[in-house]
């Protein structure tokens, strides 16, 4: 019932979105000028989307989830990406997770020097200096966070944005080799994971 929620409210949001930046330079003068101009509103925009299970875990970082994980835990999430603006726009919703849920989340390359963070979503590392996008001054960890503090419980949902993105980010996503990591304390090196693929494969 909790993941149904969740999911609904996610996929609401989402649809919500979608309306608007698609709908976005569309007036009424513009609507005379057929369908072209749509067209080529959306095409300012490509959606993406990551399927969150425990099964990337192991090959990610060589170290499969605990056996205590919960066979349940799961998520789903949309990226969209502003082209003009350099902007990732993200939707997370998940469920089932260990112990006290979500402690921290990221955004990850995958290349030949393993799995690094680009980017924190949520969460605050106990150690700020070992996480390569923090500074190692604890006083500034949180303006890192895109999202904040991560949601409390083992289901939730959160959003937020990227601005800016660093063009070679943009290029990871765009030849998918950008992945997504939810992290618990059962399993700090990440619980569920998925590659960030276009919504159509």
């Given at each position: 019932?909790?993941?149904?929620?969740?999911?609904?409210?996610?996929?609401?949001?989402i649809?919500?979105?979608?309306?608007?930046?698609?709908?976005?330079?569309?007036?009424?003068?513009e609507?005379?000028?057929?369908?072209?101009?749509?067209?080529?509103?959306?095409?300012?925009?490509?959606?993406?989307?990551?399927?969150?299970?425990?099964?990337?875990?192991?090959?990610?970082?060589?170290?499969?989830?605990s056996?205590?994980?919960?066979k349940?835990?799961?998520?789903?999430?949309?990226?969209?990406?502003?082209?003009?603006?350099?902007?990732?726009?993200?939707?997370?919703?998940?469920?089932?997770?260990?112990?006290?849920?979500?402690?921290?989340?990221?955004?990850h390359?995958?290349?030949?020097?393993?799995?690094?963070?680009?980017?924190?979503?949520?969460?605050?590392?106990?150690?700020?200096?070992?996480?390569?996008?923090?500074?190692?001054?604890?006083?500034?960890?949180?303006?890192?966070?895109?999202?904040?503090?991560?949601?409390?419980?083992?289901?939730?949902?959160?959003?937020?944005?990227?601005?800016?993105?660093?063009?070679?980010?943009?290029?990871?996503?765009?030849?998918?080799?950008?992945?997504?990591?939810?992290?618990?304390?059962?399993?700090?090196?990440?619980?569920?994971?998925?590659?960030?693929?276009?919504?159509?494969?």
């Amino acid at each position: 019932m909790i993941r149904k929620k969740y999911l609904s409210i996610m996929l609401t949001s989402i649809l919500a979105f979608l309306t608007c930046i698609w709908g976005t330079g569309l007036n009424a003068e513009e609507h005379k000028r057929g369908e072209a101009d749509g067209k080529a509103g959306q095409d300012n925009f490509k959606v993406y989307k990551v399927d969150l299970s425990t099964q990337l875990q192991g090959k990610l970082s060589n170290k499969p989830v605990s056996a205590e994980t919960p066979k349940d835990a799961s998520g789903f999430a949309v990226v969209t990406h502003d082209i003009k603006q350099a902007t990732l726009a993200f939707y997370i919703g998940y469920s089932g997770l260990s112990g006290d849920g979500l402690i921290m989340a990221h955004f990850h390359s995958v290349d030949t020097n393993g799995n690094p963070i680009i980017q924190t979503i949520c969460g605050k590392p106990i150690k700020p200096g070992l996480i390569p996008d923090w500074p190692k001054n604890p006083v500034d960890k949180n303006q890192r966070a895109l999202s904040g503090d991560c949601p409390v419980g083992n289901s939730g949902y959160l959003e937020g944005r990227w601005e800016n993105v660093d063009s070679s980010y943009l290029e990871m996503l765009t030849s998918g080799k950008m992945n997504m990591n939810l992290h618990t304390q059962l399993n700090p090196k990440g619980e569920v994971d998925g590659y960030v693929l276009p919504l159509s494969q």
